[in-house]
């Protein structure tokens, strides 16, 4: 990020805003969630490589993806969880998700701000007492738009090198 020093207000805003994303989510208010992103939006999780020691190279691939969307894929994917087609939540999954570490960095007279924050989601689903816990670290692009904050771009880079979990069928 940048060395330009986010205002309290801004800094408090962005926050809020990343509460609420979760908060829709934990509540499968996905449609609802899906109002938050630009219509340019995209979202990725590029896969994590492990490197040997003294290694410089970066810890994430630059062309393997666990998932890559655009706001048409993203639409569809919220769309197909009102279905009967959603198998991957099937049952649904029961989320909590946490957001800490929020930063942000305006981006000098652009509309746009990056954020970074930490996350931690745990996901059950059924009857199971198994469940999935899957932390990171978001690099986010927020955009006002209209004097409302839309999220522009969002890469998650997961602590985990094999995924905890059976299906990446939620968003994160």
Same mark, same amino acid.
């Given at each position: 990020?940048?060395?330009?020093?986010?205002?309290?207000?801004?800094?408090?805003?962005?926050?809020? *805003?990343?509460?609420?994303?979760?908060?829709?989510?934990?509540?499968?208010?996905?449609?609802?969630?899906?109002?938050?992103?630009?219509?340019?939006?995209?979202?990725? =999780?590029? =896969?994590?490589?492990?490197? #040997?020691?003294?290694?410089?190279?970066?810890?994430?691939?630059?062309?393997?993806?666990?998932?890559?969307?655009?706001?048409?894929?993203?639409?569809?994917?919220?769309?197909?969880?009102?279905?009967?087609?959603?198998?991957?939540?099937d049952p649904p999954s029961r989320t909590t998700r946490l957001v800490s570490?929020?930063?942000?960095?305006?981006?000098?007279?652009?509309?746009?701000?990056?954020?970074?924050?930490?996350?931690?989601?745990?996901?059950?689903?059924?009857?199971?007492?198994? *469940?999935?816990?899957?932390? #990171?670290?978001?690099?986010?692009?927020?955009?006002?738009?209209?004097?409302?904050?839309?999220?522009?771009?969002?890469?998650?880079?997961?602590?985990?090198?094999?995924?905890?979990?059976?299906?990446?069928?939620? *968003?994160?």
């Amino acid at each position: 990020m940048a060395s330009r020093k986010a205002s309290a207000e801004l800094q408090a805003e962005c926050a809020e *805003f990343l509460f609420r994303e979760a908060e829709y989510l934990d509540d499968r208010r996905f449609r609802d969630w899906l109002e938050l992103m630009a219509e340019d939006c995209v979202y990725q =999780i590029p =896969i994590r490589i492990t490197r #040997g020691l003294g290694s410089h190279e970066a810890d994430f691939a630059n062309t393997g993806f666990h998932m890559k969307d655009t706001y048409p894929t993203l639409s569809m994917r919220v769309e197909r969880l009102y279905t009967e087609y959603a198998y991957a939540e099937d049952p649904p999954s029961r989320t909590t998700r946490l957001v800490s570490n929020v930063r942000c960095q305006p981006r000098g007279s652009s509309p746009e701000i990056d954020v970074k924050s930490k996350f931690a989601c745990y996901r059950a689903m059924g009857e199971s007492t198994d *469940f999935d816990l899957l932390m #990171g670290e978001r690099r986010d692009v927020l955009r006002r738009v209209d004097g409302d904050l839309k999220l522009a771009a969002r890469t998650v880079l997961l602590a985990h090198t094999t995924l905890p979990t059976a299906n990446l069928g939620l *968003f994160l």
